[in-house]
């Protein structure tokens, strides 16, 4: 079983800076791939980034640029900072932890953490 715990959401203003933290419950961190999604009110959750285990990272197109993502293997946490922020930024976030054992894909989930972006 994995156990995911957000932490860094909160108000911010355009153009501010935010980083949020995942803490991974895991025996084998390295084997998961990380990332962050986000749900908007009203919106279907979307992918922001994800980062495997050797590095390899993927981005949103509405996040490159101005979100990074990282990964501590070794103390099985995942962050992500978030610069040049957005209006459209505003969601709960979640930290999510996948693999896969063929044929199936299994996904893990925290609890979410608001982030909004607002003057």
């Known amino acids: 079983q994995v156990q995911l715990v957000e932490s860094g959401g909160g108000l911010v203003q355009p153009g501010g800076s935010l980083r949020l933290s995942c803490a991974a419950s895991v025996s084998i961190f390295s084997i998961y791939v990380m990332g962050w999604y986000r749900q908007a009110p009203g919106k279907q959750r979307e992918l922001v980034a994800i980062?495997?285990?050797?590095?390899?990272?993927n981005y949103a197109d509405s996040v490159k640029g101005r979100f990074t993502i990282s990964r501590d293997n070794a103390n099985k946490m995942v962050y992500l900072q978030m610069n040049s922020l957005k209006p459209e930024d505003t969601a709960v976030y979640y930290c999510n932890a996948f693999k896969i054992t063929d044929p199936t894909r299994y996904d893990y989930w925290g609890q979410g953490t608001q982030v909004t972006v607002s003057s």
């Open positions: 980062i495997r285990s050797g590095g390899s990272i």
